[in-house]
Nanobody, 125 residues
Framework: VQLQASGGGLLQAGDSLRLACAVS????????VGWFRQSPGKEREFVGSNSWVDGRTEYADSVKGRFTISRNNADNVVVDLQIYPLKSEDTAVYYC??????????????????WGPGTLVTVSS
């Protein structure tokens, strides 16, 4: 399973942002895909995830109400992360990752086996 996140950049507080995670390879369509972020000097943290198994989406408490994950399993699997409104504390490198196919959502970062390179989001206040 391969993943590629895109859509980062320099934005202002209050803007909206859409990040996209393209998932391919193997049984990627059956994989739970999660979003994570890592701010300077901090550990990588769970943001949210979507499960193919039961369709469930869950979010970290800190981002509920501002972050939305959606999934498109059409031609290729794309899992979007939308953020509105952006805050300066959203500045981070954002990563998408996948669990092994067939597994449900999890907030435990150690259960995500496949990772893509991150995309940098910088939010100015």
């Amino acid at each position: 399973v391969q993943l590629q996140a895109s859509g980062g950049g320099l934005l202002q507080a209050g803007d909206s942002l859409r990040l996209a995670c393209a998932v391919s390879g193997g049984a990627s369509v059956r994989s739970t895909v999660g979003w994570f972020r890592q701010s300077p000097g901090k550990e990588r943290e769970f943001v949210g995830s979507n499960s193919w198994v039961d369709g469930r989406t869950e979010y970290a408490d800190s981002v509920k109400g501002r972050f939305t994950i959606s999934r498109n399993n059409a031609d290729n699997v794309v899992v979007d992360l939308q953020i509105y409104p952006l805050k300066s504390e959203d500045t981070a490198v954002y990563y998408c990752a996948a669990r092994r196919p067939g597994y449900k959502t999890s907030t435990d970062i150690s259960t995500y086996r496949y990772w893509g390179p991150g995309t940098l989001v910088t939010v100015s206040s």
